[in-house]
Nanobody, 129 residues
Framework: EVQVVESGGGLVQAGGSLRLSCAASGFLFDDHVIGWFRQAPGKEREGVSCISANDDSTYYINSLKGRFAISMDNAKKTVYLHITGLKPEDTAAYYC??????????????????????WGKGTTVTVSS
């Protein structure tokens, strides 16, 4: 059974930090790019950061560089997103996506779900001011 499960969201004060986790199972992890996306209330879903399980290459959306760090534990088939200096505008549902044989950049700039093999159900981050 394929599973992509996000965790680690919650309510946090502005300026705080969180580490989100994306645990994958049931598919060839090493052949996929794992991407973090987020969707704020009333807004379109946007890419945040992506990492290739094949070559460890990463990509960050320019506007989010510096406060977001993506990492991966191949043995655990888990991808992490560490967010520091949280701002109220970071409030969103954060989703994990797996794309077969792509690049981190190509996955992160996606504006639709075409080509995405698996989505998680998301974890919610709420930042209070």
């Amino acid at each position: 059974e394929v599973q992509v499960v996000e965790s680690g969201g919650g309510l946090v004060q502005a300026g705080g930090s969180l580490r989100l986790s994306c645990a994958a199972s049931g598919f060839l992890f090493d052949d996929h790019v794992i991407g973090w996306f987020r969707q704020a209330p009333g807004k379109e879903r946007e890419g945040v950061s992506c990492i290739s399980a094949n070559d460890d290459s990463t990509y960050y959306i320019n506007s989010l560089k510096g406060r977001f760090a993506i990492s991966m534990d191949n043995a655990k088939k888990t991808v992490y997103l560490h967010i520091t200096g949280l701002k109220p505008e970071d409030t969103a549902a954060y989703y994990c996506a797996a794309v077969y044989r792509s690049t981190a950049q190509a996955v992160c700039i996606k504006t639709d779900s075409y080509g995405v093999d698996y989505w998680g159900k998301g974890t919610t981050v709420t930042v209070s001011s």
